[in-house]
């Protein structure tokens, strides 16, 4: 099943968020590090760069991630052009926040000072953890938070207590997403809002990416006799071993579905990344389609930075 979810309020977001960057002097993308470029969102990076806008990468939720795969995804970022990364987690949130602010000002330093201080724009999937990220910068409860995507629907602008201006925006998706095993992680992660998607269909494409990524992983912790089965079969065993069952010794797919994506969202598994820079770990399940997107209506950049 494609998986596809674009809301109203997000078109909206797009047109204000073009109109913005050309009044700030940078961008803080917020990344899944679990899987860094499926969280990149292409309509944002076709803007940045034309606006030719420096980029601080953030890879949030770190500790939720293969620690393997993050360090190469961190070299594969430090190669980009006009660009920095770091890496943060929940318990490091308050405790790296100076970083973050540092590697900005280090991205535009022509901002520095009273007069001119930096101004970024914090951009993000939605459910990335970045109003959790803005409350930390801000060291106060500035955003709201909630475990569910779509939560932030309009532009804010907030003062940090050492003079740096963010700009925070809508968590905000493209039109179409390029494949449909983007769109399983994408909604394996909690990214997509939930009823643009089956969480049976999403719990079987997890049970077999993971069997062939992280199999003794799921083999130990859904007590499976034989891993190289087919998705659907694991998923039907992993019900049956988490008791997820109906009258007349059948499944409860729904609530097995929820209990599979839940183990993965609370790192019940471990720590797990859905693909690594070489996107080689795609390519086993999966050729990408067209994601078809058409241009975007870009204007001249009038700001003076």
């Known amino acids: 099943m494609a998986i596809q979810w674009f809301p109203g309020h997000m078109n909206k977001a797009k047109k204000q968020i073009a109109e913005t960057m050309a009044k700030v002097d940078m961008v803080i993308e917020v990344l899944d590090a ?3 470029r499926i969280t990149t969102n292409p309509l ?3 803007l940045r760069l034309h606006r030719q806008r420096p980029t601080l990468k953030i890879l949030n939720k770190a ?3 293969d620690p393997n795969v993050t360090a190469a995804w961190v070299q594969h970022f430090r190669q980009e052009p006009d660009s920095a990364v770091i ?4 318990a490091g949130k308050l405790r790296d926040t100076a970083k973050v602010l540092a590697l ?3 991205l535009v330093p022509h901002r520095i000072g009273g007069e001119k201080p930096v101004r970024a724009m914090i951009l993000g999937v939605p459910n990335v953890g970045k109003s959790t990220l803005i409350n930390a910068l801000a060291k106060r409860k500035l955003a709201r938070v909630a475990d569910t995507p779509g939560v932030t629907q309009s532009q804010q602008r907030i003062e940090l207590p050492e003079g740096t201006i ?3 925006t809508p968590g905000m998706m493209w039109p179409k997403i390029a494949s449909n095993n983007d769109g399983y992680k994408l909604a394996l992660s909690g990214t997509i809002g939930r009823n643009a998607f089956d969480a049976v269909d999403v719990a079987w494409y997890a049970m077999g990416w993971m069997a062939l990524h992280y199999p003794t992983v799921i083999a130990s912790r859904y007590r499976l006799p034989d891993i190289n089965e087919p998705g ?5 065993q992993a019900a049956r071993a988490l008791g997820c069952m109906l009258p007349g010794n059948r499944i409860d797919a729904q609530k097995a579905a929820e209990r599979i994506l839940t183990d993965f969202r609370a790192a019940t598994l471990g720590r797990i990344s859905l693909e690594r820079p070489d996107d080689s770990m795609d390519m086993q399940l999966h050729e990408p389609e067209d994601a078809g997107q058409a241009p975007l209506d870009l204007e001249p950049d009038d700001s003076a930075p």
């Open 34 to 36: 679990r899987l860094p």
């Open 44 to 46: 944002i990076n076709e």
């Open 63 to 65: 500790d939720l991630a």
């Open 87 to 90: 890496t943060l987690d929940e």
């Open 104 to 106: 900005c000002k280090q």
């Open 166 to 168: 963010l700009v925070d």
């Open 232 to 236: 659907d079969v694991l998923f039907e």
